[in-house]
């Protein structure tokens, strides 16, 4: 084959698919220390080890919600804790059905040369990486790159560095054992219309699967994690059969069969925003040959953050909000979702921050 | 869009997907002069003009065999030629809801530097050209890229040149209203396994889709045309499961659902050989978001000319032979086919070494 076929191969080829399983989706539950923290702070929660800890906890043993996620992804620190009762977190997935990822990238670093480009750091020592965090229970892996929209960005130097960048590290991650997500983000951040994302998101993807093919990459063993097509942050809103639309044609034009399944990052969206454009994408009735899910991290968690406010007694409460997310994605994955989902307070909020660093 | 969406643009994708209808196909019938040459002298023929007309009423008039086709690729003479009645071919087919197409490639030359590879040339004029044919009744084109496999072949040289070439083409065909079919044949001469054929042809393909999307040409209004994924023609043969499994997952891995339609070239294979590796591609129970039939040439035409063999009066018998050919390949683009149709000609193997159109 032009890809590489190793011994992990069967089960990368399962995982993925699994992942993909129609009425499930991803939890990202990645955010590094510093990321958290700004989180843990809107809700006036200190950001030490054991409150990081308590929130994971809260969210993975929400009564019920696990069978509506097929995985979760974890930051390093996250992959060794366990519950106050002393059950790793690893475990606790495992046991509600549910495969453990992991966040292996290291952030940003600016292109020199460019206006304010990034490309993706961590492949040093990514392989030994991967192997500890397989022996660690981790099945897959994400590495987040960063595109923007401007008067002359993405470059094509952006463009080739982190296609390049996502490629080398999806291939590691196979020769590792762990299903790489792929997740060239094009941030929402600007005037620009729903056209122009369209535009930029096609060349960005056919990039991608360019690099994917020239580092021998196995289609099959590999999620995509990519924005859905919408206007910009400061252009005029549209329907969300519209970016419904456009978002599912992009994929059409880039994204062989290959590939299980799609797992749309949330971006700026609010929690039922993004979940009302996942439900108008499964409901198109066009070629869809990859499943089209959620791997959200704020648009599923900010109002189970604020029920929560860092206090024991709002446990349940909170329990119950993060429930209604995953059960209103999962409808959102077999387009059924009816909208209004227990509306709790904060579901509607936008989530957009200019110009979001991780 | 990334895509370029021109006057043509509804056009193009209702015909691309037209093309694509399941139970239809292409016969291929854009053999060039000197081409067309070498069947006829394979059957005793003049390679004359009236005999090459003669030949293409032949294939266009067999009764019922249009309603299995959906396209037929003519070259330049016989986009322009007329039945003995005075009929214009064009118009036999468009009665026919057949849509003629256009050979629109001046053939290969050789890369200097390489061990025999080629590039394809045709780009001189070829707006105002596409804009001719689109007036005399064509609204698709053909453009066959040639590749092959050796110890370092194909090169990347190689890939890139027929990548860009195709592409080019591809765009140039959608300003001026005319679907371009891509064709990036790898050769199947040598004595290499099929896996090796699968890498070279995903490598390939995502070469050639990689280079149309940054010619920003439209996919929904274009169609493949590759080979099917076979061991080397010097290699031993695998069943048909084997070849539709792998040309599958070449495909699939490489080709964006955005493509309404793939239809096979048949290289070497003998008529028979085609259909039912066609026929194993629709069978197989994976996901195939776009329609996977043919635009066969030889593998269409074989047995019809050994039976016509110049002389008026084995038409009838030659224009049988054709509609079961149709027949069975419209089959075998819905995985229908059930084997058997005609005898020891449809078996007979189509492969040359080294063959040169």
């Not at chain 1, 509506?68 to 519950?83: A, N, P």
């Not at chain 2, 009645?85 to 030359?109: A, H, M, R, S, Y």
């Not at chain 2, 890939?159 to 044949?185: F, M, S, T």
Request: proline share 5%.
């Amino acid at each position: 084959m032009s890809c590489y076929r190793g011994k992990y191969a069967d089960e990368l080829i399962a995982n993925a698919a699994y992942i993909g399983t129609p009425g499930k989706g991803i939890l990202a539950a990645d955010e590094s220390t510093g990321t958290i923290g700004k989180r843990l702070s809107s809700i006036n929660v200190e950001n030490i080890e054991s409150n990081r800890r308590a929130l994971r906890e809260l969210l993975f043993c929400t009564p019920g919600a696990l069978k509506y996620l097929s995985g979760v992804i974890l930051f390093e620190e996250t992959l060794y804790q366990k519950t106050a009762a002393g059950k790793p977190f690893v475990d606790v997935l495992k046991d509600g059905g549910v495969l453990p990822g992991i966040k292996v990238d290291k952030g940003t670093v600016e292109l020199a040369g460019t206006n304010g480009e990034t490309t993706t750091q961590g492949l040093d020592g990514l392989a030994q990486r991967c192997q500890q965090y397989y022996a660690a229970g981790a099945r897959f892996a994400k590495w987040r790159a960063v595109l923007k929209i401007g008067p002359n960005e993405p470059s094509q130097l952006a463009i080739n560095e982190n296609a390049n960048g996502l490629a080398r590290y999806a291939i590691i991650c196979q020769e590792n054992g762990l299903v790489p997500i792929v997740e060239p983000e094009i941030l929402v951040d600007g005037p620009h219309d729903i056209n122009k994302c369209a535009d930029v998101t096609e060349r960005v993807l056919a990039a991608c699967y360019k690099a994917l093919n020239d580092h021998h990459v196995l289609l099959e063993g590999t999620l995509l994690k990519p924005n859905m097509v919408t206007p910009g942050s400061d252009a005029a809103k549209v329907a969300p059969e519209v970016i419904a639309e456009h978002t599912v044609r992009a994929l059409q034009r880039t994204m062989p069969p290959a590939v299980p399944a799609v797992v749309f990052l949330s971006g700026g969206q609010s929690e039922e925003e993004a979940t009302v454009n996942l439900n108008a994408m499964n409901k198109l009735k066009t070629k869809k040959p990859w499943s089209l899910t959620f791997s959200f991290g704020r648009a599923l968690q900010q109002s189970t953050l604020k029920a929560w406010g860092g206090k024991d007694e709002n446990i349940p409460k909170a329990q119950a909000a993060f429930l209604a997310r995953c059960k209103a994605n999962s409808e959102a994955t077999l387009g059924t979702y009816q909208g209004g989902a227990a509306l709790s307070e904060g579901a509607s909020e936008s989530l957009h921050v200019k110009d979001y660093k991780y | 869009m990334s895509a370029f969406v021109g006057k043509y643009a509804e056009e193009l994708i209702k015909t691309a997907k037209y093309i694509a209808t399941p139970g239809k196909g292409i016969l291929a019938a854009d053999e060039s002069t000197g081409t067309i040459g070498k069947r006829l002298a394979s059957i005793n023929v003049e390679n004359i003009e009236s005999n090459r007309q003669a030949l293409r009423e032949l294939l266009f008039t067999s009764p019922s065999a249009l309603s299995f086709l959906s396209g037929v690729i003519l070259f330049e003479e016989t986009l322009y030629q007329k039945t003995s009645d005075g009929k214009p071919f064009v118009e036999v087919l468009q009665e026919n809801n057949v849509i003629p197409g256009i050979k629109v490639d001046k053939g290969t030359v050789e890369l200097a530097g390489t061990n025999g590879e080629t590039t394809t040339q045709g780009f001189d004029s070829l707006g105002t050209r596409c804009q001719q044919y689109y007036k005399a009744g064509a609204r698709f084109a053909k453009w066959r890229a040639v590749l092959k496999i050796g110890p370092t072949e194909p090169s990347e040289l190689s890939i890139q040149q027929n990548a860009q070439g195709l592409a080019r083409y591809a765009i140039i065909c959608q300003e001026n209203g005319l679907v371009p079919i891509v064709e990036p044949e790898v050769l199947t001469d040598g004595d290499h396994d099929i896996k090796i054929c699968a890498a070279v042809t995903e490598r390939v393909l995502a070469a050639v889709y990689k280079a149309l999307n940054d010619h920003h040409v439209l996919l929904e209004g274009t169609l493949l045309k590759p080979n099917m994924v076979t061991p080397g023609s010097d290699s031993p043969k695998v069943p048909p499961e084997g070849i539709a499994e792998y040309t599958v997952a070449a495909l699939r891995r490489t080709v964006p659902p955005a493509v309404p339609g793939i239809v096979f070239l048949s290289g070497g294979q003998s008529e028979k050989e085609a259909t039912v590796n066609l026929n194993a591609m629709n069978k197989l129970d994976v996901l195939k978001p776009w329609t996977l039939s043919f635009s066969f040439g030889r593998a269409l035409q074989q047995s019809t000319l050994k039976t016509w063999a110049g002389k008026k009066e084995n038409v009838e018998k030659a224009q049988a032979a054709f509609l079961a050919r149709c027949k069975a390949n419209s089959e075998a683009t819905l995985g229908k086919y059930a084997g058997g149709s005609v005898g020891d000609l449809a078996s007979q193997s189509l492969y040359e070494k080294g063959y040169k159109y």
